[in-house]
């Protein structure tokens, strides 16, 4: 676990249909979505409170990183928390599950996680490798190559 600096974190973002008389033209006019945080605050707005050199990263209520960007602007964080850090933990990618811990505000690669993830697709791979093998003995039409892989 890495502690990286975490600056802010805010509440779930979640989409509101309370809107100002501006708000609604944008979202009638152009198909603008906004989300608001528990406190009410603007998405939009909310983004002002952001350092420009920091990583924005956006989780789960569970913690687990859905998305980041050192461009707040990028992330549109429906049903998301986002919580601001210095930096990226070592090894840090997006092809792994990484979470943050909304208590210790950790980062952390879940290895249990990855190691489910491997058995998932190891299990996956062999039931591709053996459906056939299994049709055919009961289809009656295995060969003696065949048996044997079985």
Not at 54 to 76: H, M, N, R
Not at 83 to 103: A, T
Request: net charge negative; with cysteine.
């Amino acid at each position: 676990m890495a502690n990286c600096g975490v600056i802010m974190i805010s509440s779930v973002f979640r989409l509101t249909e309370d809107l100002t008389p501006v708000q609604k033209e944008m979202s009638e006019n152009y198909s603008v979505l906004f989300l608001n945080d528990e406190s009410g605050t603007d998405w939009y707005v909310y983004q002002k409170r952001f350092q420009d050199d920091t990583w924005k990263v956006a989780v789960d209520e569970q913690g687990k990183v859905i998305s980041l960007s050192q461009d707040c602007s990028s992330l549109f964080p429906q049903n998301l928390i986002v919580v601001e850090i210095e930096k990226l933990p070592s090894g840090f990618n997006m092809k792994e599950p990484w979470f943050i811990n909304l208590d210790t505000l950790e980062v952390y690669r879940d290895e249990k996680y990855m190691a489910e993830e491997k058995l998932r697709k190891l299990t996956d791979d062999a039931t591709l490798i053996m459906q056939p093998l299994i049709q055919a003995e009961e289809d009656g039409d295995l060969t003696e190559d065949e048996s044997e892989k079985l």
